[in-house]
T-cell receptor
Framework: EAAVTQSPRNKVTVTGGNVTLSCRQTNSHNYMYWYRQDTGHGLRLIHYSYGAGNLQIGDVPDGYKATRTTQEDFFLLLELASPSQTSLYFC????????????FGAGTRLSVL | GQGVEQPDNLMSVEGTFARVNCTYSTSGFNGLSWYQQREGHAPVFLSYVVLDGLKDSGHFSTFLSRSNGYSYLLLTELQIKDSASYLCAVRMVGDNSKLIWGLGTSLVVNP
């Protein structure tokens, strides 16, 4: 049973559209992350959180908001989507004491037309 | 500047071995991880090292030299299904929630 579940798996929207990507983890982990992966750039950290109600800015936060509503649930919000946000998005979780081991969700492929 | 470097591609033959290299330059060092990512799938954790030397985990072994900013992942008795991208990620001291990721090495195992 998948411990990190992302939804939707695929999403197509138009420029200026509003998109919410969802992530739920059942690992009882404190840390959760949102990454984007693009050819030539590798994995880039957008936002992360170390607990419900906490939000930390990653390396490429512009154009993204995030919210951690519970220990299990972490959302990524694109309020005015742009074509540059077309990417493969991964959510991940890690234990506070073993932070080098990330458990990834299956990914969401987002296309902004 | 800070960064993690990996060769783009690597080819090997089924039944033999492959060594995936990773060099890094970071502000301090607090561990290095290796992940496997198959095409169209998420990265999967393989190994974590923080001390110098070779860590033997059977099919996958990991070597680290902190003084040289160098690590490698060694895959032995290669199988076709080992064809994947292998990602190296380094954690710096003082920022325990961020990793610096390499772009990955695409390994192709031929029959």
């Amino acid at each position: 049973e998948a411990a990190v579940t992302q939804s939707p798996r695929n999403k197509v929207t138009v420029t200026g559209g509003n998109v919410t990507l969802s992530c739920r983890q059942t690992n009882s982990h404190n840390y959760m992350y949102w990454y984007r992966q693009d050819t030539g750039h590798g994995l880039r950290l957008i936002h992360y959180s170390y607990g419900a109600g906490n939000l930390q800015i990653g390396d490429v936060p512009d154009g993204y908001k995030a919210t951690r509503t519970t220990q299990e649930d972490f959302f990524l919000l694109l309020e005015l989507a742009s074509p540059s946000q077309t990417s493969l998005y991964f959510c991940a979780s890690s234990d506070e004491l073993i932070q080098n081991t990330l458990y990834f969700g299956a990914g969401t492929r987002l296309s902004v037309l | 500047g800070q960064g993690v470097e990996q060769p783009d591609n690597l080819m090997s033959v089924e039944g033999t071995f492959a060594r995936v290299n990773c060099t890094y330059s970071t502000s301090g060092f607090n561990g290095l991880s290796w992940y496997q990512q198959r095409e169209g799938h998420a990265p999967v954790f393989l190994s974590y090292v923080v001390l110098d030397g070779l860590k033997d985990s059977g099919h996958f072994s990991t070597f680290l030299s902190r003084s040289n900013g160098y690590s490698y992942l060694l895959l032995t008795e290669l199988q076709i299904k080992d064809s994947a991208s292998y990602l190296c990620a380094v954690r710096m001291v003082g920022d325990n929630s961020k990793l610096i990721w390499g772009l990955g090495t695409s390994l192709v195992v031929n029959p």
